[in-house]
C-alpha cells in the first residue's frame, strides 16, 4: 500500500516544476500553464489527505478548485492578447480624488511627486 | 510491490515527465498537449486514491476544458500574428534554484511530520456522499462559486466585446 507521504511527494515536485515554469516563462500563456500545475499539485495533497484522513471536505474543495481555475483560465486567456486599457474617467470625477486625497494627505506625504490620476484622465466631453 | 505501487510508479513518471515537458519546451502548442497528458495522469492519480467521480471532473472540466480554451486562444492569437509564437525562457537556473529550494522545504517539513496514518477502508460511496455535502454543509459555499462563475462570465464579455 502506498503512504500518504508518497502522494504528497509527487504533489511537491508537480508543485516545484509548475513554479519553475511561472519563474521562467515570459509570456502570459506559458506563465498560466504552470499555474496549472501548481493548483493541480495542490488538488492531489487535497484528494490525499481526504482520502487517508475519510475527511468529504477535500474532496469538495477540490471540486471548487477546479472549477475556478477553469475561469481563472477563461479570464486569464482573454486578457492574454487583449491586456485591459487604462478605461478613461471623467474629469470632474479625477477632480473628486484629488480632493479626498487633500483631506486625508494634505502635505503630500503619500506618492510624493507623482499623479497616479494624470495618465487616465480625459478632457469631459 | 503490489499492483498499486507499480501503478503509481507508472503514473508518477508520466505526470513528472509531462510537467517538465510543459515548462521546458519552447513550442507553446506542444506545452498545452503535454499539460492534457500531465492533468489526464494527475485524474488517475485520483483513481488510484479511489476517487473515479473526480477523475470524471478532472476529465471533463481540466483536460476538455482548459486545454480546449487555450488552444483556441493559441491558434487564434498565432493567426492574429502570422507567425508561429516560440518562447524562450529566462533565467533559467535562477528558476531552478527557487523551484528545487521550495521542494527542498516542504519534503522537509514532510520528513519531520509523524509517520501517516495507513489508509483507512472506503466504506461509504464517495460521489453519493458529495453529492449530499454540496446540498448540505457546503450548500453556502456552492452558491458563492456559482457568483464567481457569473462574475467571470461577465469579465470574459465585458474584455471580448468588439470595439463599439
Given at each position: ?87 478613461p474617467v471623467d474629469s470632474h470625477v479625477v477632480e473628486l480624488h484629488r480632493r479626498i486625497k487633500a483631506v486625508f494627505d494634505p ?13 487616465t484622465t480625459t478632457e469631459a466631453a | 510491490m503490489t499492483l498499486e505501487t507499480v501503478g503509481f510508479a507508472l503514473v508518477a513518471a ?98 519531520q511530520g509523524p509517520a501517516a496514518a495507513p489508509r483507512p477502508a472506503q466504506t461509504v460511496d464517495v460521489t453519493v456522499a458529495i ?34
Open positions: 500500500m502506498m503512504g500518504l507521504q508518497a502522494y504528497l511527494v509527487l504533489a511537491a515536485l508537480v508543485f516545484a516544476i509548475g513554479l519553475f515554469g511561472v519563474l521562467t516563462r515570459r509570456n502570459a500563456v506559458g506563465i498560466l500553464l504552470g499555474i496549472e500545475l501548481m493548483l493541480n499539485a495542490v488538488n492531489i495533497n487535497l484528494v490525499a489527505f481526504a482520502r487517508f484522513h475519510a475527511d468529504l471536505a477535500g474532496l469538495v474543495f477540490t471540486l471548487f478548485t477546479i472549477s475556478i481555475t477553469v475561469a481563472e483560465v477563461g479570464v486569464g486567456v482573454v486578457h492574454t492578447d487583449r491586456p485591459p486599457r487604462p478605461h502635505t503630500g506625504r503619500l506618492n510624493p511627486g507623482r499623479d497616479p490620476l494624470a495618465a | 508520466v505526470l513528472l515527465a509531462s510537467s517538465l515537458a510543459v515548462v521546458l519546451t519552447p513550442n507553446l502548442f506542444h506545452a498545452v498537449l503535454y499539460l492534457a497528458a500531465a492533468l489526464v495522469s494527475t485524474g488517475v492519480v485520483f483513481l488510484l486514491l479511489d476517487q473515479p467521480f473526480l477523475f470524471a471532473v478532472q476529465l471533463l472540466l481540466y483536460a476538455g476544458g482548459v486545454v480546449t480554451i487555450v488552444v483556441f486562444a493559441i491558434m487564434l492569437t498565432e493567426r492574429l500574428v502570422g507567425q508561429r509564437i516560440a518562447q524562450t525562457s529566462r533565467h533559467l537556473v535562477n528558476g531552478a534554484v527557487v523551484a528545487a529550494a521550495v521542494f527542498v522545504g516542504i519534503v522537509g517539513f514532510l520528513v453529492g449530499h455535502a454540496l446540498v448540505g454543509p457546503f450548500a453556502v459555499t456552492l452558491e458563492l462559486l456559482g457568483a464567481l462563475l457569473v462574475v467571470a462570465l461577465l469579465g470574459a464579455l465585458y474584455f471580448a466585446r468588439s470595439e463599439e
